[in-house]
T-cell receptor, first 114, second 110 residues
Framework: QQQVKQSPQSLIVQKGGISIINCAYENTAFDYFPWYQQFPGKGPALLIAIRPDVSEKKEGRFTISFNKSAKQFSLHIMDSQPGDSATYFCAAREGTSGTYKYIFGTGTRLKVLA | DAGITQSPRYKITETGRQVTLMCHQTWSHSYMFWYRQDLGHGLRLIYYSAAADITDKGEVPDGYVVSRSKTENFPLTLESATRSQTSVYFC?????????FGPGTRLTVT
């Protein structure tokens, strides 16, 4: 059972274009939605995150759009650069009984062409 | 400040052998996590720990054992390694919302 569904699996964008990655979830108890960036041979690193009481968060060229009613959130990378080529993961934090854990999407491999 | 370290970084073992992957943090974050990363599956949670001596199963715990006697260490043991456990294993820590990942251990079971 995949609680966080991520699409597309892979994405090719021209330099300067907009990259858009989408995630959908079912569990309304999720309370935090981060995006991670991973380069080959490295561990994932937090890129940007949002809480469900906010509809949009922007940090530089990266924006999260959050639609609570549709249970969807997306990552937009503006003015995409070759250095953005990496794998991106969405995630959601689930907290029950005083503890919490994270559920990850399956990842999107982004390639930005120079 | 090393943050999170994992050892070994690469390991080749044979089917049926016991192997332990180590994870050490210098931040004293209360939460620690073990994930495995496989193509097409993303990051799947194996076990997590909210504090020393408190551990809980994640999505794919079968064949793995964890312990956490000290806040800074969270070893993951494969009791009898199988080829299906060939993967990249990541340890992570968290204090509240943000999660920090280690560099990973690439494990190959032959």
């Amino acid at each position: 059972q995949q609680q966080v569904k991520q699409s597309p699996q892979s994405l090719i964008v021209q330099k300067g274009g907009i990259s858009i990655i989408n995630c959908a979830y079912e569990n309304t108890a999720f309370d935090y939605f981060p995006w991670y960036q991973q380069f080959p041979g490295k561990g994932p690193a937090l890129l940007i995150a949002i809480r469900p009481d906010v509809s949009e968060k922007k940090e530089g060229r990266f924006t999260i759009s959050f639609n609570k009613s549709a249970k969807q959130f997306s990552l937009h990378i503006m003015d995409s650069q070759p250095g953005d080529s990496a794998t991106y993961f969405c995630a959601a934090r689930e907290g029950t009984s005083g503890t919490y854990k994270y559920i990850f999407g399956t990842g999107t491999r982004l390639k930005v062409l120079a | 400040d090393a943050g999170i370290t994992q050892s070994p970084r690469y390991k080749i073992t044979e089917t049926g052998r016991q192997v332990t992957l180590m994870c050490h943090q210098t931040w004293s974050h209360s939460y620690m996590f073990w994930y495995r990363q496989d193509l097409g599956h993303g990051l799947r949670l194996i076990y997590y720990s909210a504090a020393a001596d408190i551990t809980d199963k994640g999505e794919v715990p079968d064949g793995y054992v964890v312990s956490r006697s000290k806040t800074e260490n969270f070893p993951l043991t494969l009791e009898s390694a199988t080829r299906s456990q060939t993967s990249v294993y990541f340890c992570a820590t968290s204090l509240s919302y943000e999660q920090y990942f280690g560099p990973g251990t690439r494990l190959t079971v032959t």
